[in-house]
């Protein structure tokens, strides 16, 4: 999976997040995200995580993207 189109999405779903994704296995299917996002305030660890994820779920349910290691920051 392309990191730009995994950033990309990240951004079109959480408007105004600052995103960085890395593919350390250099495999293309299992990624880190780091996120920070104004939004995540007031959010636990899993509902910032839900977040993420419910805009990558095409992908996550396709196969292109097997798994995804998330750090959340609140802005």
Do not use: C, N, W
């Not at 990191?3 to 960085?20: D, N």
Request: net charge negative; charged share 30%.
């Amino acid at each position: 999976m392309d990191l730009e189109s995994i950033r990309q999405r990240i951004e079109k779903t959480l408007p105004g997040a600052i995103v960085e994704v890395l593919d350390p296995r250099r495999d293309g299917v299992h990624l880190q995200a780091r996120v920070t996002y104004a939004g995540f305030a007031g959010k636990t660890l899993l509902e910032q995580h839900r977040m993420v994820y419910d805009g990558l779920a095409e992908e996550l349910k396709g196969g292109d993207l097997h798994a995804l290691a998330l750090e959340t920051i609140t802005a």
